[in-house]
């Protein structure tokens, strides 16, 4: 166990309505990335946060928001749900940017759009 | 568009065989490779990377074979062992800062089947 961990384990909204997601880094780690995985498919950057700011973000539209909090722990908010957003969403924490290819993820929330 | 292009897409092999998982990337800018192993209902681990100063890594069971020159890298898993099945994902990252941060660039994933 990596020590990254997410809540809720599963969540099921309907389309239109918002989520938010939840993630605690591992101790010590200041970095968080958060991913989205689709069934059947590799993990998608969706955005980095270190030290409470966004540090990159991949091809997500702005309903894509997150936050970091100064313990490090981060949300992912996602708004207007479409059924494409259904996945599995990982959190991934790391101690520095220096040592940032370091990425240790958490079990992930699946989430369903119906 | 996917940046990192793995094959095959599922695997099966005997149990004390070789796996062996490929992958393929574009872009030059990329400076670090690594392989994760996903079990079902849990995140990606990380089982072994490589930089592309080295054209080979090693550790236990596993290797990265690395050839800058043809873009491509691939996963070695000698003796698999049935506790390998798994789906496996290659990955590439600039370690570097560019404007999307640090982003890990993954393949589409590998289903591994090592039967007893």
């Known amino acids: 166990e990596t020590g990254v961990t997410q809540s809720p384990t599963h969540l099921i909204k309907t389309r239109g309505q918002q989520v938010t997601l939840r993630c605690s880094s591992q101790?010590?780690?200041?970095?968080v990335s958060w991913y989205q995985q689709a069934l059947g498919q590799g993990p998608q950057f969706i955005f980095q946060y270190y030290r409470e700011e966004e540090n990159g973000r991949g091809n997500f539209p702005p309903r894509f928001s997150g936050l970091q909090f100064p313990n490090y722990s981060s949300e992912l908010n996602v708004n207007a749900l479409e059924l494409d957003d259904s996945a599995l969403y990982l959190c991934?924490?790391?101690?520095?940017?220096?040592?940032?290819?370091?990425?240790?993820f958490g079990p992930g929330t699946r989430l369903l759009v119906l | 568009q996917q940046q990192v292009k793995q094959s095959p897409q599922s695997l099966i092999v005997q149990k004390g065989g070789i796996s062996i998982i490929n992958c393929a990337y574009e872009?030059?800018?990329?400076?670090?490779f690594p392989w994760y192993q996903q079990f079902p209902g849990k995140g990606p681990a990380l089982l072994i990377a490589i930089r592309p100063d080295v054209s080979e890594k090693k550790e236990g069971r596993f290797t990265i074979s690395f050839n800058k020159s043809a873009k491509q890298f691939s996963l070695h898993i000698m003796d698999s062992q049935p506790g390998d099945s798994a789906t496996y994902f290659c990955?590439?990252?600039?370690?570097?800062?560019?404007?999307?941060?640090?982003?890990?660039?993954f393949g589409k994933g590998t289903s591994l089947l090592v039967t007893p």
């Open positions: 991934a924490s790391s101690r520095t940017l220096a040592e940032q290819e370091t990425q240790y």
């Open positions: 872009n030059t800018a990329f400076d670090y």
């Open positions: 990955a590439a990252s600039i370690v570097q800062y560019s404007n999307s941060g640090y982003a890990l660039n």
């Open positions: 101790s010590g780690h200041n970095t």
